[in-house]
């Protein structure tokens, strides 16, 4: 499961760092892309995408911001 685990991470900081993702994403946007989307997906289930972001968020690698409808996630810049 750690190898899973750190795949994910490693997904998820791709997907944060890649330009479409410049104001962030939504959880669901990590795994459902959109035809004009052209950076790939975090692969893995939900539960591992989850478990993969507390330990980011724990780390100081990305940030959420509230106070909309939804959890927006952040890469912090390094």
């Known amino acids: 499961m750690s ?9 998820i900081i791709e997907a944060l760092g890649h330009p479409e993702a410049g104001d962030g994403l939504f959880f669901r946007n990590f795994q459902m892309l959109h035809e004009e989307d052209e950076r790939s997906a975090v692969e893995g289930e939900q539960v591992v995408v989850l478990d993969a972001l507390r330990q980011l968020i724990d780390e100081g690698r990305v940030r959420v911001e509230e106070g909309h409808k939804e959890l927006i ?6």
């Open 3 to 11: 190898h899973d685990l750190t795949r994910v991470k490693t997904q």
């Open 73 to 78: 996630f952040h890469l912090v810049a390094e």
